[in-house]
């Protein structure tokens, strides 16, 4: 059974820094992203069809997490299956950081410290997927995938 690809791989408009992708999401912060519609009332954050208008990249990493951390081999056809797996493997950081005896309080503060980090991006000697993914051409790049 081959592992789950990302939906985006037909998004022509995403913005490719190397040869990652910046893919739309819901929110109301600006970014270097272009930002979807808000969901529609009643529709709840933990429930969006990937036919809908407001499914982001983010629905696609939560709801393909579980699924695609147990294949060994994954298949890269395109750069939104790099953002995918970027996501796979911060969702696993983030997992790392709660210990079972955290309370919900605290274990949003590891969250959240390990959210605002500073992180290792393509092309840096930390990045630990250096193999698959481009270094971005310049200084400008290499900020916008900080943000």
Known sequence: MPAYHSVFVQDKDARVIGNFALLPL????????????????????????PDSESYDALDEILSLFRANTFFRNFEIKSPADRLLIYGILFVSECLGKIKPAMG????????????????AIPGDPAFPLNQSYEAPSNKNDAETLRQ
């Open 26 to 49: 819901r929110t109301r912060t600006r970014g270097p992203s272009y930002v979807l519609p808000l969901l529609p009332p009643g529709v709840s954050d933990l429930d969006v069809d």
């Open 104 to 119: 919900s309080r605290d274990a949003e503060k590891a969250i959240m410290a390990t959210a605002l980090d500073q992180f």
